[in-house]
């Protein structure tokens, strides 16, 4: 694992490729790795499991839909595709800092749904032993614990894992009732 998360990491697509085709990744097929996109939202480092990774994109033009919660930023047009924009940060309930200099839109895919997620600044991709990760993330401004995985220390920071599958199956996420 590098000493800690660097940014941009515009190369995370192709590395991505290349360990979903096994070209990098974990050393053998018994080994337990498995890999995560970093990303930082305000001070804080987040990642998720590169196996629901579709795209990183720079922030596109994004429609504001009526009537839905202000974490949810409205629509953007994926290559013909309608397809949901939340931003993870008011949806957590961190702090809004100053509007960041390179806003981007990671998209992911549960089920057949694309969502794309804006976060602060992308980092690298990281590889996680099981025994790495800690099943109490640290609390996350106001979201539950159900969204992540647990959490782990790569290099000098720590990085809380996004439970992708529960966050994008939450009611919460569309719902303007807040719990």
């Given at each position: 694992?590098?000493?800690?998360p660097?940014?941009p990491?515009?190369?995370?697509?192709e590395?991505?490729?290349?360990?979903?085709?096994?070209?990098?990744?974990p050393?053998s097929?018994?080994?337990p790795?498995h890999?995560?996109l970093?990303f930082?939202?305000s001070?804080?480092w987040?990642?998720l499991?590169v196996d629901?990774?579709?795209?990183?994109?720079p922030?596109p033009?994004?429609?504001?839909?009526p009537?839905?919660?202000?974490?949810?930023l409205?629509v953007?047009?994926?290559r013909?595709?309608v397809?949901?924009?939340?931003?993870?940060k008011r949806f957590?309930g961190?702090?809004?800092a100053a509007?960041?200099?390179?806003?981007t839109?990671v998209?992911?895919e549960q089920?057949e749904?694309?969502?794309?997620?804006?976060?602060?600044?992308?980092?690298?991709?990281?590889?996680?032993n099981p025994?790495?990760?800690?099943?109490e993330p640290?609390l996350v401004?106001g979201?539950?614990?159900?969204?992540f995985q647990g959490?782990?220390?790569w290099g000098e920071?720590?990085v809380s894992?996004?439970n992708?599958?529960?966050?994008?199956?939450?009611?919460?996420?569309?719902?303007?009732e807040?719990?």
């Open positions: 694992m590098p000493d800690s660097t940014g990491g515009k190369k995370n697509l590395q991505v490729g290349r360990v979903r085709t096994n070209h990098i990744g050393v097929l018994d080994s790795q890999q995560y970093s930082r939202l001070k804080e987040y990642a499991s629901k990774l579709v795209e990183i994109l922030l033009r994004i429609t504001r839909v009537s839905v919660p202000d974490h949810v409205g953007m047009n994926l013909g595709e397809v949901s924009a939340i931003d993870l957590f961190l702090p809004r509007p960041h200099s390179d806003p839109i998209v992911v089920g749904v694309r969502t794309g997620l804006l976060v602060d600044t992308i980092g690298d991709l990281m590889g996680v025994e790495e990760l800690n099943e640290p401004g979201a539950r614990r159900s969204f959490a782990c220390r920071v720590l894992i996004i992708l599958e529960t966050l994008l199956q939450s009611e919460a996420l569309f719902s303007l807040t719990e």
